[in-house]
């Protein structure tokens, strides 16, 4: 008889490792599912059986990446509450920011990409956006209820998944303005960029001063307490 026919779940496993080589070597423009499914030793048929496209290949792996990333899964498992929120959408901006002003062509590329697909038909931007609703989307929204039972924040609406994206967006197009060797826009006081960013982040998802003020470690500013009261009110 036969060897044991492989499962389709290793066949997956081994389309992605042919594909991550395949993406490092000659990028992502440069890789077709062609040559992807070359590497993996499969016809090109068999390929579209578990990836319908060269988007959901790179997305795959991009998501693949993000569930490798022990700090991340360390925060999503963090039980939801107003300082998980707040790591949140510190790590976000960090990330962003890192990722435009970084030395990892690859990350910068990978936004760039971002940029090109909303510009284009728009596939994998969609199939990214889906990964990371997946990934991080109940453990936002439990956070920001968490907050909202607590006094720290106000309810905005009945889709607060939105808000999340709302942020997401905001903070993708701040670090597009750095991506260009020379920035497009320099943002005045650049060292404070990251806390000004999760500070706008954090009032517009419904944050109270006071409870931004005391997860993101810095001073209260005069009169802060008063507004923060009112608001819990």
Known sequence: ???????????????????????????YTG????????????????????????AALYAEILSDECEADPALMELLEREPSTATLVELIRSMVQHFLETADGPDQEEAQRLRLMVTSHLDDGEFARLLYAKI???????????????????????????P????????????TAALTRLP???????????????????????????NDAAIASHLGHELAPGADKTAIAESA
């Open 133 to 159: 609703e997946t990934l991080i989307g109940a453990v936002f929204v439990a956070s920001l209820e968490r907050a909202v039972a607590a006094g720290d924040a106000r309810a905005c609406g009945s889709e």
């Open 1 to 27: 008889m036969s060897s044991l026919r492989m499962t389709s779940d290793l066949r997956r496993q081994l389309i992605l490792g042919a594909a991550k080589r395949c993406f490092a070597r000659h990028g």
């Open 181 to 207: 060797s020379v920035h497009c826009l320099a943002y005045g006081g650049a060292n404070d960029l990251e806390r000004q960013l999760c500070e706008f982040l954090l009032r517009g998802i419904g944050l």
């Open 31 to 54: 890789t077709t599912t062609k040559s992807v499914a070359a590497a993996a030793a499969i016809s090109e048929a068999l390929l579209f059986k578990h990836f319908p496209s060269k």
């Open 161 to 172: 998944l939105n808000l999340f994206w709302f942020a997401h967006h905001t903070v993708m």
